[in-house]
T-cell receptor, first 112, second 113 residues
């Protein structure tokens, strides 16, 4: 089946630290991969996505590369800010299939 | 601006009662989805619809139903609420594309006592 596993949180970092949140997936077919972010009290917002192997998604200083050989889509940011504190979800969707599978979410807290 | 809204934002009900959560989008998206969010499980798909009069079961559909009478709305009904259905519920919509991004509403926090 299709599933996503992401590192458990919570993750606490100091401002300007480097961030990595690991995400691996299992999929039948050809998945597209997503990172969503959820700020307190809000719904999920798309952060970035990649639709084929070796694609790199990037947005707001965050990056993730679709690695087919390791079935991974790790989220990285070189220097986090307090405003990046949120819950981050990795997700996948199979081509032409609207059924998305989400990871359990990783809560990030950035301290000044 | 186009948007997706949910109502109510918070709801407390009793076991056995019927509850309906509303979802309304103004993007004219054909696809609409309902998820529940529980600690440790991320988001799990309850039901989804690809268009008017179309509905499909998701991963955790037992105890829930939806109907799609127009493009804008996909109400979610709990026929007989159970304590296990205490959760945060998110509605989402997307265009009909292979990699169409899903846009999420702000969520409804439901407590079943």
């Amino acid at each position: 089946g299709n599933s996503v596993t992401q590192m458990e949180g919570p993750v606490t970092l100091s401002e300007e630290a480097f961030l990595t949140i690991n995400c691996t997936y299992t999929a039948t077919g050809y998945p597209s991969l997503f990172w969503y972010v959820q700020y307190p009290g809000e719904g999920l917002q798309l952060l970035l996505k990649a639709t084929k192997a070796d694609d790199k998604g990037s947005n707001k200083g965050f990056e993730a590369t679709y690695r087919k050989e390791t079935t991974s889509f790790h989220l990285e940011k070189g220097s986090v800010q307090v405003s990046d504190s949120a819950v981050y979800f990795c997700a996948l969707r199979i081509y032409n299939n609207n059924d998305m599978r989400f990871g359990a979410g990783t809560r990030l807290t950035v301290k000044p | 601006d186009a948007e997706i809204t949910q109502s109510p934002r918070h709801k407390i009900t009793e076991t056995g009662r019927q509850v309906t959560l509303a979802c309304h989008q103004t993007w004219n998206h054909n696809n609409m989805f309902w998820y529940r969010q529980d600690l440790g499980h991320g988001l799990r798909l309850i039901h989804y619809s690809y268009g008017v009069h179309d509905t499909n079961k998701g991963e955790v559909s037992d105890g829930y139903s939806v109907s799609r009478s127009n493009t804008e709305d996909l109400p979610l009904t709990l026929e007989s609420a159970a304590s296990s259905q205490t959760s945060v519920y998110f509605c989402a919509s997307s265009v009909v594309q292979a990699f169409g991004t899903q846009y999420f509403g702000p969520g409804t926090r439901l407590t079943v006592l």
